[in-house]
């Protein structure tokens, strides 16, 4: 007992950073010399013993990269069908709002139990987590359901309430209904990608997406262009490559969290919907799922305003906005590491280490999004051409990708910001900064501009305006958190 006894002492130490006599090990278990497992109750995992630093770091990293595999999903599909057809570009590009906010709500909801399943563990509740989990697994079926009626029965009357142009339309609609239709394949990978983040498990997440991106590399075009005996199938071809990664890389996820993931024991038999659990995942989670889906209604109305000046206009916007996606998902990635960091020491009322987390991820998400900058400024043209970019479109695109990336500068501390706040349950003030942002922001400068310029230039400038207004909001929000519910946890610890 004793020893026990020193180890946690060890572990509760604001100043300590190693234990004397036992180690971590890769299943984020705590074990004696003697290689025995101690008791459940008296696990620590790496979240409330590593170095911030190295910490955020291998949580962060494997999540970063993962994150730029999947935004590969919808660059790879958009390169690809710009050399089957630029209305084939345009049509993704109209399409992209629906799959964005698919994205969102299996995504947005995982956020939601992953910040609990964190906190619980932080805790020592493992019952708890377990049930968390089990709810999560049953709201993304949910959402599921919800895409799945939209394929069935919407697609086609969403692209046409953007274009009459009929093979834009045609092209969007068979797009769309098979990734809604099929839309279980991202449920199942976001579900058991997020639990296994929660864990900090993080290399096995990256496993899977690395995994899911390749297949869909190398599917699209043998679908889309009807290679190695496939029927050519065009933009069809290109939303089932993107399933089939999907489908493929959430079964391994799932593999994964059997196998390889000792916190969870995840059964669903006696299964029973759990209002009050149900109640604070959403809490966390809508305000996560409006985020991205006031991103799809910007999108929307955006291509709305595009439309007006040319589909060239929405093939650039388009271009651009796959490309601006590699450049946030770093970021995203960084906060998918740093979430489940800052909810396990808010259960474990450590608020040293949730600050010198908060500082960290607020250093490394600006460096990231300052150097994408300098890309995006320096080879506008290049990029462009990533995507088979005509003459036209490149006159029309490379001062767009100059305006809008200057966005960048700001963009790395606000969407940081939204990590914490999510990590603390606060995820309405992510969603208050959002909407700011994307919808009483960015719509109305875009389309007054637009209307003042008389040019297309002017919807390109709103995106820098938007990010100004993005981190004064940030900043008074991230002060009141600190206020509110850090700087009680000092008091406590003082005390």
């Not at 964005?100 to 619980?120: E, P, R, T």
């Not at 049953?138 to 895409?147: K, N, Q, R, S």
């Not at 906005?321 to 995203?332: D, L, R």
């Not at 109305?444 to 008389?454: Q, R």
Request: aromatic share 10%; charged share 15%.
């Amino acid at each position: 007992m004793k020893e026990k006894d020193s180890v946690i002492d060890n572990v509760k130490s604001a100043d300590s950073r190693k234990t004397s006599d036992k180690k971590i090990i890769s299943d984020n278990k705590t074990m004696s010399d003697t290689g025995k497992p101690s008791a459940g109750e008296n696990r620590e995992n790496k979240m409330g013993v590593m170095s911030e630093g190295k910490l955020l770091m291998s949580m962060s990293l494997p999540m970063i990269i993962s994150m730029l595999f999947q935004a590969m999903y919808n660059v790879v599909d958009s390169v690809f069908v710009s050399r089957f057809s630029m209305d084939g570009l345009t049509a993704v590009s109209t399409a992209f709002p629906i799959q964005n906010l698919m994205i969102g709500v299996f995504s947005g909801l995982g956020v939601g139990f992953n910040a609990f399943i964190s906190k619980a563990l932080g805790e020592k509740k493992f019952d708890r987590a377990n049930e968390v989990a089990r709810q999560g697994i049953f709201l993304e079926a949910i959402g599921y359901v919800i895409f799945l009626i939209i394929g069935l029965f919407f697609a086609k009357s969403f692209m046409m309430s953007q274009t009459d142009d009929a093979q834009v339309i045609q092209y969007g609609t068979e797009y769309l209904e098979v990734c809604c239709c099929c839309a279980f394949g991202i449920a199942f990978q976001m579900t058991f990608e997020r639990l296994l983040q929660s864990t900090g498990r993080t290399m096995y997440s990256m496993i899977t997406q690395i995994l899911g991106a390749v297949i869909n590399l190398i599917l699209d075009p043998i679908m889309i262009f009807g290679l190695l005996g496939c029927p050519r199938m065009g933009v069809k071809g290109a939303a089932i490559a993107t399933v089939c990664g999907q489908c493929i890389a959430g079964t391994l996820a799932m593999i994964f969290n059997i196998k390889n993931n000792p916190d969870l024991h995840i059964t669903l038999r006696k299964f029973r919907p759990h209002g009050e659990i149900i109640g604070k995942i959403l809490g966390v989670g809508v305000p996560s799922v409006i985020m991205v889906a006031i991103g799809s209604v910007m999108n929307y109305f955006l291509n709305l305003i595009l439309f007006s000046f040319s589909k060239l206009a929405v093939a650039v916007f388009g271009a651009y906005f796959k490309v601006q996606s590699m450049a946030f998902m770093p970021v995203f990635g960084l906060n998918n590491g740093m979430i489940p960091i800052i909810s396990y020491n808010y259960g474990a009322q450590r608020p040293d280490r949730m600050k010198r987390t908060m500082k960290l991820g607020v250093m490394v998400g600006c460096s990231i999004m300052l150097f994408c900058l300098v890309i995006m400024q320096a080879f506008p043209g290049q990029i462009l051409k990533i995507f088979d970019a005509t003459d036209d479109m490149l006159s029309m695109g490379i001062p767009a990708v100059r305006i809008m990336s200057t966005a960048f500068i700001f963009a790395g501390f606000s969407v940081t910001c939204s990590g914490m706040f999510q990590a603390v349950g606060k995820g309405v003030y992510s969603m208050i900064v959002s909407m700011a942002r994307q919808l009483f922001v960015i719509l109305p400068v875009a389309y007054f501009l637009s209307k003042a310029m008389n040019s297309v230039n002017g919807v390109w400038t709103a995106f820098p305006i938007a990010e100004i207004f993005s981190v004064i909001i940030s900043t008074f929000l991230l002060l009141r958190v600190y206020k509110k519910i850090v700087k009680p946890l000092e008091r406590g610890q003082i005390e």
